[in-house]
């Protein structure tokens, strides 16, 4: 609260909450006229809401990069204390009008937890809280965790392990990959007479892989130790399903979670290859930025998603 020190009265904002709104959609955008149109402005009214904030408080927020609004120094600790101000300030509003902050959250969710785990997580969410609105965003680790970075997404679901000071990160549950091939791959044979893959098998196979950046890529890599930069990658793709099919074309031998492929091991679509020398085990993390306000509505999802783990 602002006080002022002789009269214990709130003392006038130099500021306000909507001139703080247009600098972040500003910051998000990198431009003032796709803010105004995000924010249902004029390019006029934005550009104004800017450069009084600048001018009150005789700041320069922004450099100018071509056609870009970049923030600079300045610009990027006000944008991390607004963004937390903001926060606050919506949570107290929906409290004041006795709704859940619930219904609005932005999720990330890595490839792999997203098209497998997050629908159903969101639908039991919905159903215990019919006036949700969740919006999900599915990419890579990389991706969502620079999302998170720049205030884009509320809680980041991901499979990758991250290190950067701006994040918390708190275990969620655990996964396993799977070694497969197609049913007509020599490696095939192998596992059906029970014979062991070895490490050499690895290494005369081919594979199609997921693209660096991505979780599943680099749980991979830390299995393979040893001997991964003798490994044959002949295809990088972004998604599980092109993957699958590419080894069921007999484009190479493949690695993905266990949770993606039950229904083609089911029905003999792909096959299995245990591979027991090498540790396929990881571990699905959340993440928030430590800056974040977390509202009612964070908490409620990580308690839903802890709830409904499996594993």
């Known amino acids: 609260m602002w006080f002022n020190a002789r009269t214990r009265r709130p003392a006038p904002m130099h500021f306000t909450l909507r001139q703080l709104e247009i600098f972040l959609a500003i910051a998000h955008q990198q431009s003032v006229s796709k803010a105004a149109v ?40 006000v944008r991390t204390k607004a963004e937390h101000l903001l926060a606050h300030a919506e949570a107290l509003e929906q409290t004041l009008l006795q709704q ?20 159903d997580i969101m639908a039991e969410m919905v159903r215990q809280h019919p006036d949700a609105n969740i919006h999900l965003e599915i990419a890579n680790t990389a991706t969502i965790s620079q999302k998170i970075l720049n205030y884009e997404l509320d809680v980041g679901l991901v499979e ?73 990658i002949a295809h990088e793709l972004q998604h599980t399903e092109a993957i699958q099919q590419a080894v069921v074309a007999n484009l190479g031998i493949g690695c993905l979670s266990h949770i993606t492929l039950k229904k083609a091991f089911a029905q003999g679509r792909l096959v299995h290859l245990p591979v027991p020398q090498r540790d396929l085990t990881r571990q699905f993390y959340f993440i928030v930025h430590k800056q974040k306000f977390v509202s009612q509505g964070i908490t409620q999802w990580l308690a839903l998603c802890r709830s409904l783990s499996v594993g």
Not at 62 to 75: I, P, S
Not at 100 to 119: E, F, P, S, W
């Open 38 to 77: 995000e924010l249902n402005l004029s390019q006029s009214a934005a550009s104004s809401a800017l450069k009084e904030l600048e001018q009150q408080f005789d700041l320069q927020l922004f450099d100018r990069v071509g056609k870009r609004l970049q923030l600079n120094a300045q610009g990027r600790t």
């Open 100 to 119: 859940t902050d619930a219904r609005h959250l932005k999720v990330g969710a890595t490839l792999t937890i997203g098209n497998y785990l997050a629908v």
């Open 160 to 232: 990758g392990e991250l290190l950067n000071s701006e994040l918390d990160v708190s275990h969620w549950r655990s996964d396993e990959l799977a070694v497969f091939c197609s049913p007509t791959h020599p490696l095939a044979k192998k596992a059906a007479a029970s014979q062991p893959i070895t490490d050499q098998d690895l290494l005369t196979a081919r594979w199609v892989l997921r693209e660096p950046g991505s979780g599943t890529r680099q749980a991979f890599e830390r299995a393979m130790q040893g001997i991964l930069s003798d490994l044959t």
